[in-house]
């Protein structure tokens, strides 16, 4: 088990510790990497539940819950610190309003965070059968989880080089040289 967190939390600390790209130069990136593995292993540990006919308990959906809710506070919380860092500004344009918004707002935030926790916690309020949900937020998240690390790595640029401005340098005409008096 020791082994497993350490694989899971590794990768988000590779891309974290260069400070070359901002955006992955956040806390929040192995955060959001473990918490999202958590939470596809509960997803996964459920799911082999249902398949052996046993119950899926009320805290199993909890973790899983908890799980997912600390992934979409990281998340937001790493696109709301530092939006002005040359590098991370452009990467967080691309995430928000740019050519990943669907697949990371509509897909993994939303679809793949979001939706799972709210349909985990419904599944405990209304009690009864929980293997739906269970088989639900496996098929979810299974693709989210990908995509989240895919789009992380896509968005992850370098910031722009800032063009030094050249010396001012004033080019002194000798007007009487040339021919052309005063």
Known sequence: ??????????????????????????TAI?????????????????????????????????????FLAGL???IVGHLMTRRTVPGKSHSLELLVRGRYRIPFLGGVLTSGTILPAVLALIAIAAGGSRDAISIIAFVILVPAGFFLRLITLRVGIFPP??????????IRRDTAAAGSGP
């Open 30 to 66: 192995p955060l959001q990497f473990l918490l999202s593995s958590l939470a596809l292993s509960m997803a996964t540990v459920m799911l082999m539940e249902v398949v052996k006919d046993r119950a899926v308990t009320a805290g199993q959906l909890g973790v899983l819950a908890a």
């Open 1 to 26: 088990m020791v082994a497993a967190v350490v694989v899971m939390f590794y990768a988000g600390q590779v891309l974290a510790t260069p400070r070359a790209i901002p955006y992955w130069n956040s």
């Open 72 to 74: 979409a506070g990281s």
């Open 161 to 170: 080089v800032r063009q030094i401005p050249a010396p001012n340098i004033r």
